[in-house]
């Protein structure tokens, strides 16, 4: 579980997140332009006082080092129960992290915990064309439902990302 002290960090994994993958659809500027204390206040106000009570923001810890994040809630998708439907919103590990377990460490921990939230699915969207993370995820179990959205980088339509759902069955066996 995350901690308030753990805002600045999970905000600089997001940023340095977002330059890699966003790298070929944003312009330079925007990238380098990242507000990274606004996105530590925010995940400061998210860890410290969440929207609802099964939101929950975990890190992978490297000693004392932040080296990953992932977030949990009730799934807001239209067609989705939030009371058995759950979403990871992101799964993220800094890339000097790679292959070193904590994509699956922080996978596990977000399903026992949305397990314990009694959910009995997890969902999550993927850039279409991040076949590495869908790789992993269908690795872990995970597969397509056939649900898909277009994101809107930047609120005027010129710059779009395609979204696919993967999703899980959580119960336990």
């Given at each position: ?9 999970v ?32 995940w400061?106000r998210?860890?410290?006082?969440p ?74 969207w ?48």
């Amino acid at each position: 579980m995350a901690w308030r002290a753990d805002a600045a960090a999970v905000a600089g994994l997001q940023v340095a997140h977002w330059r890699e993958v966003y790298d070929a659809l944003l312009p330079t500027e925007v990238l380098a332009a990242l507000p990274v204390e606004e996105f530590a206040a925010h995940w400061e106000r998210s860890i410290a006082t969440p929207k609802e009570a099964r939101q929950r923001v975990l890190v992978a810890l490297e000693r004392v080092t932040v080296r990953g994040f992932t977030t949990t809630a009730p799934s807001t998708d239209a067609d989705a129960d939030p009371g058995q439907v759950a979403e990871v919103g992101e799964l993220v590990v800094h890339p000097s992290a790679y292959r070193r377990g904590h994509g699956s460490r922080l996978l596990h921990a977000a399903v026992d915990t949305l397990r314990s939230d009694k959910f009995t699915r997890a969902t999550t969207w993927v850039t279409s064309t991040n076949d590495a993370v869908r790789r992993f995820l269908t690795d872990q179990g995970w597969s397509p439902d056939g649900a898909y959205r277009e994101l809107d980088l930047d609120g005027d339509g010129v710059v779009t990302v395609n979204q696919i759902r993967l999703h899980t069955d959580i119960r336990a066996t």
